[in-house]
């Protein structure tokens, strides 16, 4: 009876377990209620990004802080949701972790990534203030990525269009390579998305890759 | 001697032999013309019917846009112009220049299929119109991009003038 009763605790203790302690990367946190972590899953459960790069794609602080203080990066919501062209988002806010939690997920994620993708490929320098102008000029203007992404506009204020994720705080969210290999090679990350596919000479591909991570504005939550 | 039969001095038999046919000749010629201008015009006879052209067979009617292209227009388009094309897709309140309305006539009948052509392919800055408009000649081909132009013609039931 006794050895009965310590098997039936033992069990009792075990399902009792987190998920998480025995679990695949995040496993348990149902991110893959809205995220594919897999690129075998199927493209119809992807409701918001896709995370199985994001350790090639997103910078671990950032995660950890977005992971305990969600912000909205897409306004019009994600793209594939039915509401998206009538500017009626979903509006379920993302799950708040704890910073223990944040912390673990943030290492998860940073494991998820696909194999052979370079790195190395930018100069994270600060743009000069006449190349910045330049860069500013090719992000607004010559390619037009202003009209769907926001920008820092000279007020210093996020400005723009809204149907693609907001970049004004890009260069703290992004890794350099991956917005290179995003605009050479956006097929290796998407089977199709709405943003026009630019064929970008190097020293472009260059300037713009180092705009966009000189765009740092932090979102109003977490500066208050 | 009988008056009747006493011999006309000579003067009077030349005048008469030299005025009589003037004289005669005179009045055909004055009848020909009081003829001529009583006569009322005849009615100027109708004008001979002109071989009328046959009329060029009317154009033949743009089939309605296919599926495809309109899934095409709500995919890419339709986030700055709107669903229904009325100019007011999601970013369109964002933007510096309002993008083009595809519902309305008075602008696109000025533009031919080719410049709207061309500002899909090449963006807005290439035809000289807003920057906002990306270029998506590195996105579509020119079949695509030719059956947008048709749709965007269904949309504002318009053509070129």
Redesign the interface.
């Given at each position: 009876m006794k050895r009965l009763g310590f098997y039936l605790l033992a069990v009792g203790w075990l399902v009792c377990q987190p998920a998480a302690s025995f679990a695949l990367p995040l496993e348990g946190m149902g991110c893959e209620a809205c995220h594919r972590l897999s690129a075998e899953a199927p493209p119809g459960e992807r409701k918001a990004p896709d995370l199985y790069y994001a350790g090639d794609k997103l910078r671990k602080e950032w995660l950890v802080q977005f992971l305990q203080r969600p912000v909205v990066l897409r306004k019009?919501g994600f793209f594939t949701a039915p509401g998206?062209?009538?500017?009626e988002p979903d509006a379920r806010p993302h799950p708040v972790l704890s910073e223990e939690d944040a912390k673990k997920a943030a290492d998860d994620l940073a494991a998820l990534k696909l194999p052979g993708l370079p790195t190395g490929l930018v100069d994270e320098e600060p743009l000069s203030k006449v190349g910045r102008v330049k860069a500013k000029i090719l992000f607004?203007?010559?390619?037009?990525c202003?009209?769907?992404h926001?920008g820092i506009n000279l007020a210093g204020q996020a400005?723009?269009?809204?149907?693609g994720p907001s970049l004004a705080g890009a260069g703290n969210r992004l890794k350099g390579d991956w917005i290179v290999h995003w605009l050479k090679t956006p097929e290796k990350f998407i089977d199709?998305s709405?943003m026009?596919?630019?064929?970008l000479d190097e020293e472009t591909l260059a300037q713009l890759t180092r705009y966009i991570l000189s765009l740092k504005k932090e979102p109003d939550e977490w500066t208050r | 001697m009988d008056p009747l039969t006493r011999p006309r001095p000579i003067l009077i038999r030349l005048a008469i032999a030299l005025l009589g046919p003037l004289l005669l000749a005179l009045l055909f010629l004055a009848c020909g013309r009081e003829e001529n201008a009583a006569r009322p015009e005849a009615p100027a006879p109708p004008p001979a019917p002109v071989a009328e052209a046959p009329a060029p067979p009317a154009p033949p009617k743009a089939e309605p846009a296919s599926a495809e292209t309109r899934a095409t227009y709500q995919w890419y388009c339709a986030q700055c112009h709107g669903v229904k094309g009325k100019g007011n897709g999601i970013n369109a309140k964002w933007l510096t220049v309002p993008p083009r309305d595809h519902t309305k006539a008075e602008y696109l009948e000025t533009r031919t299929d080719q410049q709207l052509f061309d500002a899909i392919q090449q963006g807005g800055l290439a035809v000289g119109r807003a920057p906002c408009m990306p270029r998506w000649g590195d996105t579509l081909d020119e079949k695509t991009i030719h059956a947008l132009v048709r749709y965007i013609r269904e949309l504002c039931e318009c053509e070129a003038i």
């Open positions: 019009a998206f062209l009538a500017g607004e203007r010559d390619y037009s202003i009209a769907c926001e400005r723009g269009g809204v149907s199709k709405r026009p596919v630019y064929r | -």
